[in-house]
């Protein structure tokens, strides 16, 4: 097992470490000393639990400007996309059974809806522009009588390009449709205020947030014709909705995580602005390199870039020890081109060659020097390789 | 399980491949193949193989068999090239079964190397 100090971590978009103060939250929770009992237990220690959980909600409420009852804990953003997604088409499929997403979206969503069209459903699949962005009357233009659901997440795992969730969700709006928005990536990050934004449903997980893996949280905005099925059955909790014993000690790390981003946010967004700027400004000149999305409408905890005639799974472990991503860390393992990056117009080479670094509040100057240095000597390495005819 | 694809000897060869480069006066080859380009290059006295160097472009199992081909057989004979088979390659880097074919594109560029060779004499 490799030592903290053996590598450079810049892959905080895969998933972030747990602050130290959320681990302290947590731990407190664990020994015979905590709340441990069981939440759904009526005696004092499950009271106690129950008081726990209570203000993690309010810690995450605060964070997204909405009320705690909004709040459904999951185990993670997949779980809180499939029951968003799944939960919303079999509520309003008695309306309608046309649903629309991007080709962009995570796997966590794309899988959702293949499953969902495989059973009957149609699903509409929106193209972004070169730069990522989803245009102005793409949606408009896909938005029928019968389309019931609308996903589109926030900020893209693999580009760090932002969509505009408060133009989507208007649209949305004016045509009676539910909104789904995949904001892993964004919560705990950029500003995300329920009480004025257009949206629905919001996925949300802790570890991408300086929170531990295993919780996320779904958003259910209090709107008529808004619900979800469940998709799980075997208890009472949460309203039915997702039965399960609560896990205390995960959801009061992920409201100790709420509640630090509240007061780091705009601390932290500087920060990675400032290192992103460094880090693009240390390789723009390599010859070759491209931006995958764009730097004015992405989110600056993503730098994702591609190079000319380097082959990518040489050029990951030409850069070790750093930790990046050739794409999300869910299909890293594949060969296979990233299909975000193919949906961006990029060629098979390119999208190939495609690396993606994503800063975070722990990140250095330092460790961005070292990035840029390894970037530019395995480049410069795998080219002197490479043979001079042209494939 | 470590989870780290690739061995010690891949790691080692793929981080210093003495071999890449080109010769002066060579008999060379040129493939194209499964997503890989391999560029191999011999120098020979009589039908002894005095120096081998190669380029390639491709994944880092490629550039490490490529790299253990030429130091393996720089002193043979050229007829040990036509008669070159991947296989043992294969099982001591190893290389995993989903890359067979890339390094088949190896095998087939020696082959060919090792018959240009013999007919340039």
Same mark, same amino acid.
């Given at each position: 097992m490799a030592e903290a100090a053996d590598f450079i971590y810049l892959d905080y978009a895969a998933s972030t470490p747990v602050d130290p103060r959320v681990v302290e939250a947590m731990f407190s929770l664990l020994s015979a000393d905590g709340n441990h009992a069981n939440p759904s237990s009526t005696h004092v220690g499950g009271r106690r639990a129950v008081e726990c959980i209570a203000h993690a909600a309010e810690q995450l409420a605060q964070l997204l400007n909405t009320k705690p009852a909004r709040l459904i804990w999951t185990s993670g953003a997949t779980e809180s996309d499939n029951l968003a997604i799944v939960g919303a088409a079999r509520h309003r499929e008695h309306r309608g059974k046309h649903l629309i997403t991007m080709?962009?979206?995570?796997?966590?969503?794309?899988?959702?809806?293949?499953?969902?069209?495989?059973?009957?459903?149609?699903?509409?699949?929106?193209?972004?522009?070169?730069?990522?962005?989803?245009?102005?009357?793409?949606?408009?233009?896909?938005?029928?009588?019968?389309?019931?659901?609308?996903?589109?997440?926030?900020?893209?795992?693999?580009?760090?390009?932002?969509?505009?969730?408060?133009?989507?969700?208007?649209?949305c709006r004016e045509?009676?449709?539910?909104?789904?928005?995949?904001?892993?990536?964004?919560?705990?990050k950029l500003p995300v205020d329920l009480s004025a934004l257009p949206v629905d449903l919001m996925s949300m997980t802790a570890h991408k947030m300086y929170g531990p893996k295993g919780i996320g949280a779904l958003y259910i905005a209090d709107r008529p014709g808004v619900g979800v099925e469940p998709q799980l059955f075997g208890g009472g909790q949460q309203r039915r909705l997702r039965p399960g014993t609560q896990p205390t000690h995960q959801i009061a790390g992920f409201g100790q995580a709420?509640? %630090?981003?509240? !007061? /780091?946010?705009?601390?932290?967004? +500087?920060? &990675?602005?400032?290192?992103?700027?460094?880090?693009?400004?240390?390789?723009?000149?390599?010859?070759?390199?491209?931006?995958?999305?764009?730097?004015?409408?992405?989110?600056?905890?993503?730098?994702?870039?591609?190079?000319?005639? %380097?082959?990518? !799974? /040489?050029?990951?472990?030409?850069? +070790?020890? &750093?930790?990046?991503?050739?794409?999300?860390?869910?299909n890293s393992k594949s060969q296979e081109p990233s299909y975000v990056l193919r949906a961006l117009g990029r060629s098979d080479a390119l999208a190939q060659s495609a690396i993606r670094f994503s800063i975070?509040?722990?990140?250095t100057t330092t460790e961005i020097d070292l990035a840029i240095r390894k970037y530019s000597d395995a480049v410069t390495r795998l080219r002197g390789i490479a043979p001079e005819q042209a494939g | 399980m470590s989870g780290d694809p690739y061995s010690e000897r891949v790691r080692d060869l793929?981080?210093?491949?003495?071999?890449?480069?080109?010769?002066?006066?060579?008999?060379?080859?040129?493939?194209?193949?499964?997503?890989?380009?391999?560029?191999?290059?011999?120098?020979?006295e009589n039908d002894r193989i005095m120096a081998l160097r190669f380029r390639a472009w491709g994944c880092p199992h490629v550039i490490a068999a490529a790299e253990a081909f030429c130091d393996e057989f720089e002193g043979r004979q050229v007829r040990d090239l036509l008669e070159f088979s991947s296989s043992g390659l294969?099982?001591?880097?190893?290389?995993p079964v989903e890359k067979t074919g890339r390094i088949l594109v190896l095998e087939d560029a020696v082959r060919a190397l090792g018959t240009s060779l013999r007919d340039s004499r």
């Open positions: 080709r962009t979206e995570h796997k966590a969503v794309t899988d959702v809806f293949e499953a969902l069209a495989r059973q009957g459903f149609e699903v509409s699949w929106l193209e972004p522009g070169p730069d990522g962005v989803l245009a102005a009357d793409a949606l408009e233009d896909a938005i029928r009588e019968d389309t019931q659901l609308v996903s589109i997440m926030h900020v893209n795992n693999e580009t760090g390009v932002v969509q505009n969730i408060e133009r989507i969700g208007e649209a045509h009676g449709v539910v909104f789904h928005v995949d904001a892993a990536q964004s919560v705990g709420a509640a %630090i981003a509240r !007061e /780091s946010m705009q601390q932290d967004f +500087e920060h &990675l602005r400032r290192l992103r700027e460094r880090l693009w400004a240390g390789i723009a000149h390599i010859p070759g390199v491209v931006v995958n999305g764009s730097l004015e409408a992405g989110f600056p905890g993503i730098l994702n870039v591609s190079v000319e005639d %380097i082959e990518g !799974e /040489s050029l990951l472990l030409a850069l +070790e020890p &750093l930790c990046v991503a050739t794409g999300s860390a869910c975070g509040r722990r990140t | 793929f981080a210093s491949p003495a071999h890449a480069g080109n010769l002066e006066d060579a008999v060379s080859i040129f493939v194209s193949d499964q997503g890989v380009r391999l560029f191999l290059c011999a120098q020979c294969m099982q001591s880097l190893p290389v």
